[in-house]
């Protein structure tokens, strides 16, 4: 007998976002969270949907162009400390372009369709291989819903 014949709906929707401030070069999912892999997403009691994550280049008021890097998203089983390869997967990644937007010029998000369920336990990280340029950073926005 199937355990669920109905189909599963978030039941409120959910928010998160991250500043990517420092450089990680693995996309093996290596690192310290909140030092060099950071913390995007934690998922409800009972797992949540997560439709996409969307990249935006955030600055000061000072026009600074941006440092081209690759944004990663990871599923991990580690919410705090350190990640290893053998607990944090890569899901996803996207060249993140260079950009100089300013308070006339708006920058280009990057949008990442991810559709996927983050089991309670699990965690979404996320990080960029390159050192942000001072005045810039890379903000990773995670939208999807609870069940």
């Known amino acids: 007998m199937p355990a669920n014949t109905s189909p599963i709906y978030s039941l409120s929707g959910r928010f998160s976002s991250i500043a990517v401030t420092a450089a990680n070069t693995s996309s093996q ?6 030092t ?4 995007a997403f934690t998922p409800g009691a009972n797992g949540s949907f997560v439709r996409n994550v969307v990249w935006v280049l955030s600055e000061s008021t000072i026009a600074t162009a941006s ?19 053998s607990n944090t997967y ?26 996927i369920i983050v089991p309670s336990g699990y965690f979404l990280l996320a990080t960029n291989h390159a050192v942000p340029v ?14």
């Open 134 to 147: 001072a005045n810039t950073k890379w903000n990773a926005n995670v939208f999807g819903g609870d069940y």
């Open 90 to 115: 890569l899901i996803a990644e996207v060249a993140l372009v260079s950009q100089t937007p300013s308070s006339s010029l708006a920058g280009v998000p990057i949008v990442i369709p991810l559709n």
């Open 67 to 85: 440092t081209a890097t690759v944004g990663r998203i990871f599923m991990s089983t580690v919410g705090s400390g350190a990640t290893t390869s």
């Open 29 to 34: 999912g290596g690192g310290t969270i909140a």
């Open 36 to 39: 060099d892999i950071f913390l």
